[in-house]
């Protein structure tokens, strides 16, 4: 039972690179999402999916794009990385709408210098 | 403003002894609720979830939640803690009429002292 999983763990980028958080489930459902952990702060959301070839804006996604060609993958990529990135990233999913979001990933902690 | 707040950032309780971790939300609604812990260098587990019916909800791990609609509040408890319940615990609210947007507390951490 892998559930959710993200790689890379952990990520050092420097100003202006770009780079592609993968994060896969292998429980079939349907919601995913992508949050950043800010310290002594709650999670925000950045992305959501709701199935494959479908997805939509959170609270803070301006820096982000995401895809979701497949069930199982939800990719989060930064373009052009910023400092204010520096954070924590957390990939989740669950069944549907009204279990949001269950189960998480271990999370990528992400610095941008 | 819809917001969530965890008045503590951190508790420190004695092993064996109980539990209550506080939450109070503002919502234009009742909205559906959750209580989530997060061990160090881990994802977030759900503990419980309310999301109608009986205001008593029990989670995993011996945690339970009281709903309160005249207090806007939603807090944890444990009648004895373990060792092994030190971590971070976070309270959310996402709307139960539609949309994703789930708003999570900031967190509070517990500390257990033998």
């Known amino acids: 039972n892998a559930g959710v999983t993200q790689t890379p763990k952990f990520r050092i980028l420097k100003i202006g690179q770009s780079m592609t958080l993968q994060c896969a489930q292998d429980?079939?459902?349907?919601?995913m999402y992508w949050y950043r952990q800010d310290p002594g702060m709650g999670l925000k959301l950045i992305y959501y999916s709701v199935g494959a070839g479908i997805t939509d804006k959170g609270e803070v996604p301006n820096g982000y794009n995401v895809s979701r060609s497949t069930t199982e993958d939800f990719p989060l990529r930064l373009e052009l990385a910023a400092p204010s990135q520096t954070s924590v990233y957390f990939c989740?999913?669950?069944?549907?709408?009204?279990?949001?979001?269950?189960?998480f990933g271990d999370g990528t902690r992400l610095s941008i210098l | 403003a819809q917001s969530v707040t965890q008045p503590d950032i951190h508790i420190t309780v004695s092993e064996g002894a109980s539990l209550e971790l506080r939450c109070n939300y503002s919502y234009g609604a009742t909205p559906y609720l959750f209580w989530y812990v997060q061990s160090p260098g881990q994802g977030l587990q759900l503990l419980l979830k309310y999301f109608s019916g009986d205001t008593l909800v029990q989670g995993i791990k011996g945690f339970e939640a009281e709903f309160k609609r005249s207090q806007s509040s939603f807090n944890l408890r444990k009648p004895s803690v373990h060792w092994s319940d030190a971590a971070e615990y976070f309270c959310a609210v996402a709307p139960a009429t539609g949309g994703f947007k789930t708003i999570f507390g900031a967190g509070t951490r517990l500390f257990v002292k033998a």
């Open positions: 429980m079939n459902h349907n919601y």
């Open positions: 989740a999913s669950s069944r549907d709408r009204s279990n949001q979001p269950q189960h």
